[in-house]
């Protein structure tokens, strides 16, 4: 089964949620700014993109930019900014078993399901 933490209100993620439905593939929607990750499942996804938190984080958000901007942080204080503030996590990204990408650009999410 194919995941995809979704926003809908982004543009890049209703397509790449219409590109993975027209795939005919079984889908997991996961509104993650309704239920969050939690910190230990971050992790796993960090792990699955092959990124560091920093990599996952929008920082030209307002929420980022007045509450982290310009702070030394530590990559579990980074994890716990996105669980607490989950518009900071890059979007969308979609899951297929052990691996997972940003899936931005939808020239890579065809051949990535």
Same mark, same amino acid.
């Given at each position: 089964?194919?995941?995809?933490?979704?926003?809908?209100?982004?543009? *890049?993620?209703?397509?790449?949620?219409?590109? &993975?439905?027209?795939?005919n593939?079984? /889908?997991e =929607?996961? @509104?993650?700014?309704?239920?969050p990750?939690?910190?230990?499942?971050?992790?796993?996804?960090?792990? *699955?993109?092959?990124?560091?938190?920093?990599? &996952?984080?929008?920082?030209?958000?307002? /929420?980022w =930019?007045? @509450?982290?901007?310009?702070?030394?942080?530590?990559?579990?204080e980074?994890i716990?900014?996105?669980?607490?503030?989950?518009?900071?996590?890059?979007?969308?990204i979609?899951?297929?078993?052990?691996?997972? =990408?940003?899936?931005r650009?939808?020239?890579?999410?065809?051949?990535?399901?």
């Open positions: 089964m194919i995941q995809i933490y979704h926003n809908q209100r982004c543009g *890049k993620s209703r397509n790449c949620l219409l590109v &993975l439905k027209e795939s593939k079984e /889908i =929607i996961i @509104n993650y700014l309704n239920t990750p939690t910190a230990a499942e971050l992790t796993t996804l960090l792990q *699955k993109l092959n990124l560091t938190p920093i990599e &996952l984080v929008r920082q030209k958000e307002a /929420i =930019i007045e @509450n982290f901007k310009g702070k030394t942080l530590t990559e579990n980074i716990q900014a996105m669980v607490e503030n989950p518009i900071l996590i890059e979007r969308p979609v899951v297929n078993g052990d691996k997972a =990408i940003v899936g650009d939808l020239d890579k999410v065809i051949p990535f399901i």
